[in-house]
């Protein structure tokens, strides 16, 4: 039997769920015969050596004819609007695995990041009733209505058939595995980047004189950036610094501020020893209203890093994101959730008492849950299932 993955994101490791299969599938990336990425997105981000030769990009006719040119992306919007051409676009890359794939003798590793990949995945399942286990990273089609969490039709039906059809089922979070299971009465496991496997010392004390030393790393998008812009303004008052590595060195004018120091980029093995040179790690997580789906439910690749770190980890975010709510009841971060009160909050930074709280409950909570030996045996039990019918 062939095992197949399926996703508009390619194993790199430029990007979050790129980095999240690496660390989690470990050696079980030389398990897939073939990595299909069907989206021209996947040309942006290159597959990482070890899985370049099994990659297959199954563009769909949109990146294959409409993607170029001024005119011609006129009319893909022009088409989109119509609503047709996203079935038509789907049938059209189904077509294709089917020639490039044996289908009757194959399971699938679905990675949905789009409308496209629910709509080619049931498209296989109903036409050849394939074998698939679907990882949930980001559920970019949910949207916030009113306060209330929810789909459009049709891709409302198309997500039920894609999650009560697969063999099994693993999502980001507890947030996410909760809700799933209220709307479809579906089980999944969570299932997340780890932290690392190596310790780290407590970074349990500060130079009470001198300015608070803060790191964030990583992309600065729309996910990140008003929490970023909001701790920024604080870091004049709470006597402190914000220093950023990011491979963009582009930073968006709005977190061009006193006490913000672009620091360049650094390789990902470096992050956590850099890290705890630090007083503190920065979580942001937006409040935006706009981003409410994307909060509510995601974890973000870097948590378990910053856990791992062995210096505090601050999350800078709304009380209702799925990170504040999975790391709250273990103590094991410093929550800035309220922004009335951010200042008081950061500095606590300055405690010692509750940095040794903070710090030794996130090394309890990484050795229990969170190293890549824990997240491989989560990812090994449902390939387990998914291979023995």
């Not at 286990?133 to 970019?140: E, K, N, T, V």
């Not at 004049?236 to 220093?243: M, R, S, T, V, Y």
């Not at 040794?356 to 989560?378: F, I, K």
Request: charged share 20%; proline share 4%.
């Amino acid at each position: 039997m062939n095992l197949y993955y399926l996703s508009e994101i390619s194993v790199s490791g430029q990007h979050g769920g790129g980095l999240t299969l690496q660390r989690v599938l470990q050696q079980d990336l030389d398990l897939f015969r073939r990595y299909f990425v069907i989206s021209a997105f996947g040309n942006q981000f290159i597959p990482v050596p070890a899985v370049a030769e099994k990659t297959v990009e199954v563009c769909g006719f949109e990146d294959r004819y409409l993607n170029k040119g001024r005119i011609r992306r006129r009319l893909r919007r022009y088409l989109q609007d119509r609503g047709w051409l996203a079935g038509w676009n789907a049938r059209y890359i189904a077509r294709k695995l089917r020639k490039k794939a044996a289908i009757a003798q194959s399971y699938w590793l679905v990675v949905p990041q789009s409308k496209l990949s629910v709509r080619v995945a049931n498209l296989l399942y109903e036409k050849y009733k394939i074998r698939y286990a679907i990882w949930q990273m980001d559920d970019h089609l949910v949207r916030n209505k009113d306060g209330q969490l929810r789909y459009e039709e049709p891709i409302e039906r198309q997500m039920a058939g894609l999650m009560r059809h697969a063999a099994f089922r693993w999502v980001i979070s507890p947030a996410m595995q909760d809700w799933y299971h209220q709307k479809w009465g579906v089980e999944s496991e969570v299932l997340f980047g780890p932290g690392a496997a190596n310790s780290l010392p407590l970074h349990t004390r500060v130079e009470k004189e001198k300015p608070l030393r803060l790191v964030y790393f990583g992309a600065v998008t729309a996910w990140q950036l008003d929490a970023l812009v909001f701790l920024a303004g604080l870091l004049k008052e709470i006597n402190a610094e914000l220093h950023i590595y990011s491979a963009k060195d582009n930073l968006p004018d709005a977190i061009k501020k006193p006490g913000v120091y672009y620091k360049g980029s650094v390789a990902g093995n470096e992050v956590a020893a850099l890290a705890n040179t630090y007083d503190g790690i920065i979580l942001p997580i937006s409040f935006a209203p706009a981003l409410h789906h994307l909060t509510a439910l995601n974890i973000a690749t870097k948590m378990s890093e910053c856990l791992a770190s062995g210096t505090v980890t601050v999350v800078v975010g709304p009380d209702y994101a799925a990170m504040v709510q999975y790391l709250q009841p273990h103590d094991c971060a410093l929550l800035v959730t309220d922004r009335g009160r951010a200042t008081d909050q950061l500095q606590q930074l300055r405690d010692e008492g509750k940095r040794e709280t903070w710090l030794t409950n996130a090394a309890g909570l990484v050795s229990r849950q969170l190293t890549p030996g824990a997240m491989y045996d989560n990812w090994r039990k449902g390939y387990e299932v998914l291979t023995n019918n």
